[in-house]
C-alpha cells in the first residue's frame, strides 16, 4: 500500500468518525425506545416502559435554579392529567449529574413535592439513549416505544436569565392531551432552555 493510499484510508476514517460523532450529537434526533426497557429507580423499585401508558420521561438537575422553578408546573401537569386520564400516564424522573446522590434526590423530591419514581442516570446510560442534553428537557414515549415529543415543558424561558411572566405554549401538556386524542403532536420537538448536562 502506498504513503497515499494510506493517508487517504486515514484520512476517510477521520471523516466518518466525525460523521458519527455529529449524528449522535445532534439535537432533536429521533429515537424509538425498546417497549421492552426496565429500569431501577433510587428505591430500588422496578419498572419497564408499559405498553397500556404513555411515559413520559423528566431530565432534572437538583442545583440547576430553572429545574427547580419548574418542579411546580411539572406537580401541576401531572395532577391535572392524572385526573383526565387516571392510571394512564406514567412520569419518571431522570437526574443525569455525576455527582448526585439518591439522598440528594430524595430530599429534592421532598422540598418540591414530586412524587415520580426518580431515576439516577449518573452514568448518562439514559441521557444518551433520548439524546437529552438540558435539564430540564421532557420526552414523550408512546406505549409502543415512539418518541413523540422531546424539548421543553412549556415557553415560559426562552433564552438562560430570561422568562416570559407567564407561559403560552404549554408544550409538554399539549403533547400528552394530542397522543390521547388521536392528533398530529405539533410541535413534536423545541428547544429545551436550562443547564447543559455535562458528560
Known sequence: MTKFMKSSMI??????LFSILSA?????QKVIIRSSLNF???DKKNYQ???NKLNVFIFLDTECPISQRYTSTLVKIKNELDYLYPKSIAFYTVFPTKGATSTEIRAF???FHLNYPSLLDSHHLFANMFNATITPEVF?????????YQGAIDNWYYQLGKARAKADSLY???AILSVFNKKKVDP???????CDIER
Open 49 to 51: 416502559v408499559k405498553q
Open 11 to 16: 484520512f476517510f476514517r477521520l471523516i466518518l
Open 24 to 28: 449522535n450529537s445532534l439535537y432533536g
Open 140 to 148: 414523550v414515549v408512546n406505549h409502543s416505544g415512539k418518541l413523540e
Open 172 to 174: 409538554l401538556k399539549n
Open 188 to 194: 413534536n420537538l423545541t428547544k429545551a432552555v436550562g
Open 109 to 111: 423530591n421532598d422540598k
Open 40 to 42: 431501577t429507580d433510587i
